[in-house]
């Protein structure tokens, strides 16, 4: 597994050769170490990639991702076999305790409101109504105020004309930015040994991702913090995109220790899986920002 965040933006062909990426472009070629590349987003539809290159990435277990001609994220890498898969940890996941994923899932729903409203303050911006919504939450959520929650948050965030399934650049960097977020869950859940597919709340036989999707929950409003610190965007550009990746390198305190977003979520992911398979008794959930917004700056980008 690599470190750096790597994205395409132009007409390239990208190949394998020595332990090394071979990116051809118009500009010259670049040669990156298989072994460093930890997400490589191809941002545009006029790159080719040999199958090569795709095999010896998915050893690596490098997060591969595609996009649409819309410049969306719309596909992903997941590999069949990850090395540290094996049945008994599978028997252990059809087989969680419903109590704990009950549990688990208070947690999570508590921790992304609590991150909500932290993300208000920030901003100076009223958060009593999100803090109502978490004083009313019931262990597993059964009124749902994880949905009523963020019906909330989003208009005190955007405006109170703001419809997060409308079309607009807003949406479509927070769309943007929960892809990359995703993908770095579902990366981190493979590599643990888990099926993405069985998730303690999302049930969707539509989204390969149900997993990913839960535990990803918490960490969503360090996108929207980003995105808020943007707003006044008029267009997707690619230094969006490029912030938006590398949001992964944000700072945080997680679990009362500083460390980079990517790190705490390696953390977070590992320690769920764990609790959901009773090797640990309880889990924390606890995240604070650092007053940092990172600036438009990428790892790598061609």
């Not at 990746?245 to 305190?253: A, D, P, Y």
């Amino acid at each position: 597994m690599g470190w750096r965040s790597v994205v395409i933006t132009q007409h390239a062909k990208l190949t394998y050769s020595m332990q090394m990426m071979i990116v051809q472009t118009r500009d010259g070629i670049n040669q990156i170490p298989i072994s460093d590349i930890n997400l490589l987003l191809v941002s545009t539809s006029q790159a080719v990639i040999t199958s090569a290159l795709i095999s010896k990435l998915a050893e690596n277990q490098t997060k591969v991702i595609f996009v649409d001609e819309k410049y969306q994220p719309v596909t992903e890498t997941v590999d069949y076999y990850p090395g540290s898969r094996n049945i008994k940890k599978l028997d252990k996941q059809f087989n969680w305790d419903e109590r704990r994923q009950s549990l688990l899932w208070t947690k999570i729903v508590t921790a992304k409101i609590q991150n909500q409203i932290q993300v208000l303050r920030n901003y100076q911006i009223n958060a009593a109504d999100l803090q109502n919504e978490l004083d009313q939450l019931e262990i597993n959520d059964p009124t749902n105020r994880e949905a009523a929650a963020a019906r909330k948050y989003f208009m005190d965030m955007f405006g109170k004309d703001f419809v997060r399934r409308n079309s607009g650049v807003i949406n479509a960097a927070l769309d943007y930015g929960y892809a990359i977020l995703l993908s770095s869950f579902d990366r981190e859940i493979a590599v643990n040994g888990y099926l993405t597919y069985l998730g303690i709340h999302h049930h969707s036989t539509e989204n390969q991702f149900n997993l990913g999707s839960d535990l990803m929950e918490p960490f969503r409003p360090f996108v929207d913090y980003w995105v808020k610190a943007h707003e006044k965007i008029q267009n997707f550009t690619p230094d969006i995109k490029y912030g938006l990746v590398e949001l992964l390198s944000l700072e945080i305190i997680f679990n009362g220790k500083k460390t980079l977003l990517a790190n705490a979520i390696a953390d977070y992911v590992r320690n769920c899986l764990k609790y959901l398979s009773g090797e640990i008794a309880d889990i924390g959930i606890e995240m604070k920002l650092t007053n940092e917004v990172p600036n438009n700056a990428l790892n790598d980008n061609v």
